[in-house]
């Protein structure tokens, strides 16, 4: 019987899966996992070879670096000024509904991503592991959505950090502050994988120490531990009430679309709860590393979302008018919360904090768009010279080609420029939730070929603990977001142009994107039966065994856990 034969037999007791792995994909690919170290010596390799190599990316991060990646990554400008845009629109009630939803959506991503990507951990996580268990088509429509999303948020967040230091001073131009923040991003991505953890390490530190110490000081404001004295419990939940009338639309219709619109403003400031598996493939043991970040999603999920979105609704009423004002720290919720409670001292404070993250998030998008484009050159889906490193590990010239991208924030500058400025930004936020939507697919089939192959998701080195149910909720909730997120121009005598094609945009791009590769490139979808579930395990199983060996020797094993988490 031959080895693809023995796949498709059910699993039975003495089955060996770490045997089957290796033989398999010796067996398939025409290489042994020795095979790959030619690599090094610069030796022809074959591109699933290339792919459990790591296509030139260093594996220089360890556990504290994608703990802190896993939890600052998503901690950008939406969690801070976002919210308060959300509460205008949604109320109090409305606003921890889309967040109660939104984060259980973000749970169950993660939970797919995790068991897909520990289990193969290659360059471009989901986005690759789409074209073995979808259509390659779907690969690389993924790939160039992903990759224009997460380089035009750059511009975003860059123009974010030129607004914000005009806070305190306006003397000088927004210009200058554009292109300090254009070359600290552009170092942070070229100066190697690690440099960029221990940058994001520390950035990351200083945005959970926030947003902590902003849900601490809430509850005292909202407990009447503030310089007022003044107690407000659950006021604002009675007045101005629990939910929002929706752009004037009376009843209970008006207040489902107040929640609905809450809930797309509560995907938009969630998106990015995937950077961690981006950054598997430059981990020194993605098999023990990505299970442990994911644990932190709990964290993440309950403490920054939930708990913040919760305070806010307790401190700040949903009509007050400073609310959504701008993007500069006097709109966010919680500075209008401590400012009411007569604390002087903290806004600057809360202002430098929101400007650490907005340039922490412009250096991870930017790393996640390179890290996207890197993979779409190893695949063939780009061209292959966007794979080139350097010698210590960075994508150059997919780096250079992304930040170009961030040129877009000096459309800023102008305020005539900020409404083509704020399209790009809508733009980038839907086409960050069809990714999502994608790893719910792409979960589905994986399962299916694991099944249609006679192997257990328990004998993975991860599972998921939510199993098909993850998925089916990411598709029904996301499709529900994408379908009606502008259903606003559908009103009589309510038509935009230009909301039309901010919010519909996206889904007629991906689809473009798909229907070019699919035809040209005349992919076919992969059947459960003739999945690749081999190719590349057995080396990165080799790697798994090799890292645990140094790992015991080093002792870190036997160390306090909180002596774990910063090693």
């Not at 254009?182 to 940058?199: H, M, Q, V």
């Not at 950054?279 to 708990?307: D, G, H, Q, S, V």
Request: hydrophobic share 45%; glycine share 8%.
């Amino acid at each position: 019987m031959s080895v693809n034969d023995s796949l498709k037999t059910p699993p039975i007791p003495t089955f060996k899966w770490e045997d089957w792995r290796r033989q398999n994909d010796e067996d398939k690919l025409g290489y042994t996992t020795n095979d790959v170290q030619a690599v090094e010596n610069g030796q022809p390799q074959s591109h699933d070879a290339a792919a459990a190599s790591h296509e030139g990316l260093h594996q220089k991060l360890n556990a504290r670096h994608l703990t802190f990646i896993s939890l600052g990554s998503v901690i950008g400008t939406g969690i801070f000024l976002g919210v308060g845009s959300t509460l205008k629109n949604a109320g109090p009630v409305g606003l921890v509904s889309a967040y109660v939803i939104m984060c259980s959506v973000v749970v169950c991503v993660m939970e797919c991503i995790g068991e897909m990507v520990t289990f193969l951990p290659v360059v471009g996580a989901h986005i690759r592991l789409s074209g073995r268990f979808i259509d390659p088509a779907i690969s690389a429509a993924m790939a160039w959505n992903y990759w224009y999303c997460w380089s035009i948020i750059v511009a975003a967040e860059v123009s974010a950090v030129a607004v914000l230091v005009t806070y305190w001073t306006e003397k000088v131009p927004s210009a200058v502050w554009i292109s300090i923040a254009l070359l600290i991003i552009l170092a942070g991505n070229l100066c190697g994988p690690r440099i960029y953890a221990e940058i994001e390490f520390y950035m990351a530190t200083i945005k959970v120490i926030t947003i902590v110490g902003l849900v601490i000081l809430g509850i005292i404001i909202d407990a009447g531990g503030g310089p007022n004295k003044k107690p407000i419990g659950f006021q604002y939940w009675r007045n101005p009430g629990p939910f929002i009338e929706y752009q004037g639309i009376k009843g209970s219709t008006g207040k489902f679309l107040g929640f609905f619109s809450g809930l797309t403003g509560a995907a938009f400031s969630s998106i990015g709860a995937e950077m961690l598996c981006i950054a598997a493939a430059e981990t020194t043991n993605p098999r023990r590393l990505i299970p442990t970040a994911l644990k932190a999603t709990w964290i993440r999920i309950i403490l920054f979302y939930f708990c913040g979105a919760f305070i806010v609704s307790l401190v700040v009423p949903s009509n007050e008018p400073r609310l959504g004002s701008g993007s500069t720290a006097a709109a966010s919720p919680y500075v209008i919360a401590i400012t009411d409670a007569g604390i002087k001292v903290l806004p600057s404070i809360i202002n430098a904090a929101i400007l650490t993250s907005a340039m922490s998030a412009g250096i991870g998008d930017c790393y996640t768009a390179v890290r996207a484009l890197h993979s779409m050159a190893g695949n063939g889906t780009a061209p292959k010279f966007f794979g080139k490193t350097t010698s210590w590990g960075s994508p150059y010239i997919a780096t250079f080609t992304t930040w170009l991208f961030g040129l877009l924030a000096y459309l800023g500058v102008k305020q005539s420029s900020s409404s083509v400025f704020d399209f790009l930004v809508n733009l980038t936020a839907l086409s960050g939730i069809i990714t999502w939507l994608c790893i719910g697919v792409s979960f589905l089939r994986f399962r299916a070929g694991l099944r249609a192959q006679g192997i257990s998701p328990k004998s993975l080195p991860y599972t998921s603990h939510l199993g098909l149910a993850a998925a089916w909720w990411i598709i029904g909730v996301i499709s529900c977001v994408l379908l009606f997120s502008g259903w606003t121009v559908f009103k009589k005598d309510n038509w935009d142009t230009a909301t039309f094609f901010g919010n519909y945009l996206p889904i007629f791009l991906f689809v473009c994107f798909f229907a070019f590769f699919k035809i040209f490139r005349k992919t076919k979808f992969v059947r459960a039966s003739e999945m690749d579930l081999s190719s590349g395990v057995a080396e990165f199983e080799r790697q798994h065994e090799q890292a645990e060996e140094e790992r015991r020797a080093s002792g870190i094993a036997a160390r306090p856990w909180y002596q774990r988490i910063i090693a």
